[in-house]
């Protein structure tokens, strides 16, 4: 049986699915789209624009989450929900996670994305890698001149946390 | 011994610091700075702006990799190394994997931006998580109408892969 809720999700889907085919079409990227939802109204769109606009972060979901932002004039986006025609790269789960949305909801998964060549899973490997085992080289160098920075923040009398 | 390449690499470290000491003062966002080097050059600047600009994705380093493709006029940045003055968080070690630099050099850990109040361990703790299982929930929905996007992109003539 199918209710009200998933009728309306399923909706909120086809208009990421649908914002990612025009934009592949478009030839703006690779075939991912996105929409952020809050109290029923989307307030922010993405499609992936990695190629056309030379921006490796300019993935679906970092767009409609930037744009989301921006609508509502905050920097998180709690009571917000996402729904990315594929499952979220590490990149844009950490950026959701930055964002504090209540949910996320996605269509194909990763390992389908990888079928098609794209690295998400790959990524999600290297994630939780000690540094020295990771594919891409990594050094410390500097840590105490770097610790003044968060001293100093820690100090700072009118700071905005995140 | 310190021999060039250190040295080098500390004068590089020193920028990304004093970017994020700055950023920080002027109350753009946290206390974090990043460069990209390309040649022996920078090619890519940032602080953290998540709080002034609204965006939670306008991390140090996600700025100063958009500033450097958008400089170089490519969306990869083989050949290309960061300087960040804290360890990249999960969505900005990811953005560094798409963007295929060749290294990647950090002056305060994880643990350290931990301690005075930011989220980078906690969201490296939940990457790997089965999706079940993370804080955030997480749904699939609609796989098969997403799977078409995917298909389409596979046979379409003239995509750019990345």
Not at 112 to 136: C, H, K, N, V, W
Not at 140 to 150: A, K, M, W
Request: charged fraction near 20%.
């Amino acid at each position: 049986m199918v209710n009200d809720a998933d009728q309306i999700a399923a909706a909120w889907m086809r208009e990421a699915i649908s914002l990612g085919r025009e934009g592949m079409r478009a030839n703006e990227g690779g075939p991912f789209g996105a929409v952020v939802v809050c109290s029923g109204k989307i307030v922010g769109r993405g499609c992936n624009q990695v190629t056309s606009t030379c921006d490796p972060t300019a993935h679906a979901e970092v767009l409609a989450l930037r744009q989301a932002c921006h609508s509502l004039g905050r920097f998180e986006l709690r009571g917000c929900e996402i729904y990315a025609s594929c499952e979220p790269c590490p990149m844009c789960l950490a950026a959701i996670y930055w964002a504090r949305l209540d949910k996320a909801y996605y269509g194909c998964s990763r390992q389908e994305a990888a079928a098609i060549g794209f690295d998400d899973d790959f990524i999600y490997t290297q994630m939780p890698l000690p540094i020295s085992q990771r594919s891409l080289p990594m050094e410390q160098i500097s840590p105490n001149e770097s610790r003044s920075l968060f001293e100093e923040w820690s100090a700072k009398p009118d700071k905005v946390p995140y």
